[in-house]
């Protein structure tokens, strides 16, 4: 690489640098940072290797790691100074500098120069440029110097330099300390200003994940954000539905404004270039009103009110923008990269707020349509089916022969609509209604239900168990005794029995139908699972069934009325909880 102007000698050849560093990517760095101004540069491993390079071309700067294999940076330093041939060659130790004794040792060893890790590139090539260009001694002119002896933390150390280049050295290593306190300083600045932004936004994270409603939410974010961040007056903009346009949702002031401000910058429009950037690129704006730059009807507003500068932010979803928060103070902010940094972390999570409020209110609403249809269907379509169930039962006792067969069956087409329509209510109930379970008279639930069948055979002995449950526990037995009447071909037989199985209750509902395959047991209360009968089964009334019993703590299964025999009826069983 060619030599530059300021790493040459006097006669104008590069200077040759040797490393001496045992991590290779270390040594890669320390050997880019020097080539790239001009030095030569070789690389050893460790002392051992390094000396066998010095044996072969003496370099002008060995850069000498401490701690490495085979031979260490001390012992190094101290081979190259106890030969007359080499002892001028200065050398450079890099350390961590975590103890004093590291001094000690290194003036022990004889380095002319300290360098603590991690340097700044900076700082390092000035060292290595001052230390080439100060004149070096011929080999033959250096006295015989008397040792010193000193003592540091118990151990006693012996120093074979003069004065000028203990001096120099020591100067070095206060040099290498200052910095390394300096870089300490700016360490903790930085670990304060990050904290200050963590608490920040956990602050405002706090209210974006808050129950508010929308305008409450936006109101408590733009304040705590102008408060912690110093501003005196700010708004929030939403896009409209076609993009044209940011309308102002929110605005918040520290200070008393211009009465009519809301309504001067209540709008952004998206044909300004500054607003285009803002919202279709999503780039962020800190202007300054006090400079004399051209400046567009909103900042000239501003300024006029006594602001000094503001901020336009991006309000981000995703990839998205949906809006913008504007902030605006009448003292200068100096819009460093640090406020930068954090007015953008806040400002996306105000966007991320934002959307999820908004999807939060359109869910809200498709639920209240929900609702509607679900209420227009339970309660309206189930008065109609009442209605028409009642004619077609004065009707049916008119008629005869197939005529009255035809009606039967529309009658039970109404009645499996109506259960349909009594399903879907329960399941809505299910979800909409978390209550807690009580005790329950369970003797009381199953005699209500039996009401609702009375021509239809159903054996019941009673019981006086009380268990936890809530009030849909009825539509359990509904849906089980109606199941067995709808897959009985004639005279349907149904029996409840109520037992005890370990600590819980145990259930059964047995009829004699045609029972349930063995294979599609498992299966009988998955949803809209049907099994091979022809009969109809929306499949809703069971999985209703199940979903009752589990959130009551039990559980339901499907087996034979008699043990082995499928075709001879189902019996469901289920468990549920005493109560004690």
């Keep these: 690489m060619p030599a530059t102007a300021n790493a040459t000698t006097k006669n104008g050849r590069p200077f040759h640098i040797l490393i001496v560093e045992d991590s290779r990517v270390q040594a890669e760095i320390l050997k880019h940072i020097l080539e790239s101004k001009g030095y030569i540069t070789a690389v050893a491993e460790n002392g051992r290797n390094a000396l066998d390079l010095i044996s072969q071309k003496k370099p002008d700067l060995i850069i000498s790691d401490v701690i490495m294999p085979v031979m260490n940076g001390y012992d190094l330093c101290k081979e190259i100074k106890k030969e007359n041939s080499t002892r001028n060659i200065p050398i450079i130790l890099l350390t961590a500098l975590s103890d004093s004794k590291d001094v000690a040792l290194a003036l022990q060893a004889g380095a002319d120069n300290f360098i603590t890790k991690p340097y700044q590139s900076e700082y390092f090539l000035k060292r290595v ?4 260009e100060t004149p070096v001694d011929p080999v033959e002119t250096f006295p015989e110097t008397k040792p010193i002896k000193f003592s540091q933390s118990g151990k006693t150390y012996e120093i074979a330099m003069d004065r000028p280049k203990i001096l120099e050295f020591l100067l070095s290593a206060y040099e290498a300390a200052v910095i390394q306190h300096l870089e300490f300083q700016r360490s903790q600045r930085e670990l304060r200003s990050t904290i200050e932004k963590i608490n920040n936004l956990n602050q405002i994270i706090s209210i974006s994940n808050s129950s508010l409603k929308s305008d409450a939410l936006l109101e408590g974010i733009l304040q705590k954000t102008l408060s912690l961040q110093g501003f005196e007056m700010g708004a929030i903009y939403l896009l409209n539905t076609d993009k044209t346009e940011a309308v102002m949702k929110c605005f918040q002031e520290t200070i008393p404004a211009y009465s009519d401000l809301q309504v001067l910058i209540g709008t952004l429009n998206l044909n300004d270039q500054l607003h285009q950037e803002l919202f279709i690129q999503g780039i962020s704006q800190f202007i300054f009103l006090d400079e004399e730059n051209p400046l567009d009807r909103d900042s000239m507003i501003l300024k006029e009110l006594g602001a000094k500068c503001y901020a336009l932010l991006p309000l981000t979803s995703g990839s998205s923008v949906i809006g913008a928060i504007t902030l605006i103070s009448v003292n200068r902010h100096d819009f460093s990269s640090q406020e930068k940094s954090l007015l953008s972390s806040i400002s996306t999570e105000i966007g991320n707020a934002v959307q999820k409020n908004l999807l939060l209110n359109r869910l809200e609403i498709a639920n209240d349509e929900t609702n509607l249809y679900l209420d227009i269907m339970t309660h309206d379509i189930n008065n109609i089916n009442t209605g028409a169930l009642g004619y077609l039962d004065l009707l049916e006792d008119g008629l005869t022969g197939d005529r009255k067969q035809f009606a039967a069956m529309v009658i039970k087409s109404v009645n499996q609509s109506i259960e349909i329509i009594g399903n879907v209510s329960t399941i809505r109930k299910m979800h909409e209604q978390k209550a807690a379970l009580k005790p329950v008279n369970l003797d009381e639930v199953i005699r209500n239900d039996i009401l609702r ?43 409840i029995s109520v037992g005890e199985k370990g600590n819980k209750i145990l259930v059964t509902v047995a009829d004699n139908g045609p029972g349930i ?4 047991k498992p299966q009988i209360f998955d949803r809209f699972r049907k099994g091979k009968s022809k009969k109809s089964g929306k499949g809703l009334g069971l999985f209703i069934t199940r979903h009752l019993i589990e959130g009551y703590g039990g559980t339901i299964w499907a087996d034979d009325r008699v043990p082995g025999h499928q075709d001879l009826g189902a019996a469901i069983h289920f468990t549920l909880k005493l109560a004690n």
């Design 453 to 495: 069948f009375s021509n239809v055979a159903i054996n019941f002995s009673g019981t006086e168990a009380v268990v936890l449950a809530d009030d849909l526990l009825g539509q359990v037995f509904t849906n089980l005794i109606g199941n067995s009447i709808k897959f009985c071909d004639e005279k349907p037989e149904i029996a």
């Design 517 to 520: 395959p063995d294979e599609m």
């Design 129 to 132: 440029k001052t230390i080439l």
